[in-house]
């Protein structure tokens, strides 16, 4: 049988989906999952139509008996997987003073521990296909831009257990990415959640303001995974951003600082 597999959290819209999309062009299956049913529907009839097949299934990644679940429905309708893509994550902002704990709980359960749950509920099919993982973190983990500490952490916490898992699994064949977008055309702040509506509508801008969607970023992530790419950074401004960080890390403090201060004074006016 061809390994042709793929599953997808976080697939009702926005990159899931169009990863989903990219993959069915090549004839993969696809398992699909997300917390939203009408917009996998859709998701499933655009796989179709671009080629793919599949099946959907509800999956709240907080909950790892529904993942565990996720994982048999795979077995069980499509022989295994080959590339597990955890990809569900939602949006936060706020200054540290202002988050609670309810808002870093919320936030750490769903975009770290639910990749974590991910990858270990599906760990026992990637053993036996000797497929690939790929985790959807972002550029706020390798950056920590002001206003979404929550986010930064959360986000930074899916580099560095990508990170382990790379070197813990690659005696076991089993190839290990991670995807570090920085803001792109999405609907992301759907579910976006913090105590000031100001930064709602600056990440809005951010976001409207990208030249790049969804389906370049998808297709950029198919193209680095088949050269092999472990960190797959899809915006240019990201990968300069990235080396002078590397290079000289105080520069980007310092941007980031101020950064910081002017958001305090658009919060403030």
């Known amino acids: 049988m061809n390994q042709n597999r793929m599953m997808v959290t976080g697939a009702g819209s926005g ?11 090549d004839g993969w299956r696809l398992a699909l999952s997300d917390v939203n049913e ?7 009839e655009m796989v179709r ?14 909950d790892y008996s529904q993942l565990i679940a996720f994982a048999q429905a795979c077995e069980d309708k499509l022989g ?12 936060s902002g706020g200054f540290f003073s202002e988050l609670s704990l309810e ?10 521990m639910g990749v974590v749950k991910g990858c270990k509920a599906f760990l026992p099919l990637l053993q036996k296909s000797r497929g690939k993982l790929i985790n959807i973190a972002s550029m706020a983990a390798l950056m920590q831009a002001p206003g979404m500490s929550n986010y930064n952490v959360a986000k930074a916490g899916v580099v560095a257990l990508s990170e382990s898992l ?12 991670v995807v570090c977008p920085s803001f792109f055309q999405t609907n992301l702040l759907d579910s976006y ?3 000031t509506p100001h930064m709602k509508a600056q990440i809005g801008k951010l976001l409207e303001a990208s030249p790049i969607t969804a389906a370049d970023i998808a297709d950029y992530i198919h193209q680095r995974v088949a050269a092999g790419e472990f960190m797959i950074l899809p915006h240019e401004e990201g990968r300069i951003a990235w080396r002078i960080k590397q290079q000289n890390p105080q520069a980007i403090y310092d941007e980031m600082a101020a950064l910081a201060e002017k958001k305090r004074s658009k919060v403030g006016s």
């Open 193 to 195: 959640r913090g105590p």
């Open 166 to 177: 790379l070197v813990e699994l690659r005696q076991q064949e089993i190839g290990v990415h």
């Open 103 to 112: 808002d870093w709980d919320w936030q750490i359960a769903i975009n770290l």
């Open 49 to 62: 139509a671009a080629g793919g097949d599949g099946f959907v299934q509800r999956c709240d990644v907080r």
């Open 80 to 91: 295994g997987i080959d590339i597990v893509v955890n990809n569900a994550g939602v949006a």
């Open 15 to 25: 990159l899931g989906r169009e990863i989903a999309l990219r993959w069915a062009r």
């Open 38 to 44: 009408a917009g996998l529907a859709q998701t499933l």
